[in-house]
């Protein structure tokens, strides 16, 4: 059985060490050697969440889960005894983080999110320092990671690189999972779940995210994580998008498609005062100049498309800005000090939803849910009962 007990907390203890249910015994390996039985817990393709490339792999049951769990997890987290028992978790498992393009919160987060749950973590996240510069295949590193660990967590330049591996995962007799940390300008669905997160959690005394209007701003032509956040509104019911980008960085047109396909009601401007007023929330991104060409970035004024005092003005007094960071002159840092700036919580949201996809993806939640039962019982309750 998996090591939890949990010293000094009644309801936790009485609950540590539950067995995995039967169902989830073709997920199990158990080493039979030793005397006192540790069940490995295993990724299974087919059984519940395997490979996270792009946000069609989660919809409205699994998107609720997560953020139920993440909340769970964090609360958890706050007293010692529950931050051991998440400890307990997964100390057998390993993580790789492949990240050859920079990254600083979403590496640290998913590394911590790993540590989290007790897993130990390898990294690599300068591509010249692996066997890549002496030739060999990106199949063949992947291939090589995947000897080691039991879940691949990589960002890369290129778009479609972990579908690449996931797709190689799938031919070979020992895949393990791949999470996709952003690829190329193309998709980044973890980031998406953290910004499901932060939306549900800022939404939750106003009915959810069902029905609000959500302005997207900035870079939403180049932006990844807009584009995957475009893709899960399909799972909320009535919610109206306002794209405001300066023209040539205007949503794509795949994006458009989709949501005319859905049914999602959207619109696009430049006038970012004229929208403001019926926000309910407001999504701003950065230029992404790492794409430019030549230069294309420098040739746009940002100033109507940045956040200062004066929009706060006009924002909603219960509408909030949300960023995936980093920021660039788009949002002023005097906006900080608002209530209604959200985006360093949702920075410390995706450390939490990054830990729970996790979870699911090892198929433990069955336990984390024992244990915040357990730990939102009064001491003692069980006993006296
Ligand atoms: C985003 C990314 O890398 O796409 N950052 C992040 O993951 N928090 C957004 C960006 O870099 O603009």
Redesign the pocket.
């Known amino acids: 059985m998996l090591a939890c007990a949990l010293p000094g907390r009644r309801g936790l203890a009485h609950r540590a060490g539950a067995r995995l249910p039967a169902s989830r015994a073709n997920r199990t390996r158990a080493n039979a050697t030793q005397s006192v039985t540790e069940t490995l817990v295993l990724p299974t393709r087919g059984a519940g969440l395997f490979h996270v490339i792009d946000p069609h792999v989660f919809d409205r049951a699994l998107l609720d889960e997560l953020c139920d769990l993440a909340t769970r997890v964090r609360t958890l987290a706050k007293s010692e005894v529950g931050a051991r028992a998440l400890r307990d978790l997964l100390p057998t498992r390993r993580a790789m983080l492949y990240f050859t393009?920079p990254?600083?919160?979403?590496f640290l987060s998913f590394n911590n999110a790993c540590h989290i749950l007790g897993m130990r973590t390898s990294e690599i996240r300068d591509p010249s320092t692996s066997s890549e510069v002496k030739g060999e295949s990106f199949d063949d590193s992947i291939r090589t990671f995947s000897s080691y660990v039991d879940v691949i967590i990589m960002?890369t330049k290129e778009a479609g690189r972990a579908a690449q591996a996931a797709k190689l995962m799938d031919s070979i007799p020992r895949p393990v999972p791949v999470i996709n940390?952003?690829s190329g300008s193309d998709q980044?669905p973890t980031?998406a779940l953290l910004d499901i997160y932060t939306l549900a959690r800022s939404f939750t005394a106003r009915g959810g995210i069902d029905g609000k209007v959500i302005g997207m701003m900035g870079d939403l032509k180049r932006?990844?994580?807009v584009r995957s956040l475009c893709y899960l509104m399909r799972h909320y019911e009535g919610v109206r998008l306002v794209f405001i980008a300066p023209p040539q960085f205007a949503m794509e047109r795949d994006i458009k498609t989709y949501l005319d396909h859905h049914g999602i009601a959207y619109s696009e401007t430049t006038q970012l005062d004229a929208v403001l007023p019926e926000l309910d929330a407001l999504y701003v991104?950065?230029m992404?100049t790492e794409w430019d060409t030549a230069g294309e970035s420098r040739a746009v004024d940002l100033k109507p498309f940045s956040v200062g005092t004066h929009e706060l003005t006009l924002m909603k007094r219960d509408a909030f800005i949300m960023h995936?960071?980093?920021r660039g002159p788009e949002i002023d840092p005097l906006v900080d000090h608002d209530p209604r700036a959200m985006y360093w919580r949702q920075?410390r949201n995706?450390m939490w939803m990054r830990v729970a996809v996790l979870i699911k993806i090892f198929g433990v939640e069955h336990i984390v849910m024992a244990l915040a039962a357990a730990d939102s019982e009064p001491p003692f309750a069980g006993r006296l009962a």
């Open positions: 393009q990254s600083t919160r979403t960002r940390a952003g980044h980031q932006g990844r994580t991104t950065r992404q995936p960071l980093p920075e995706g």
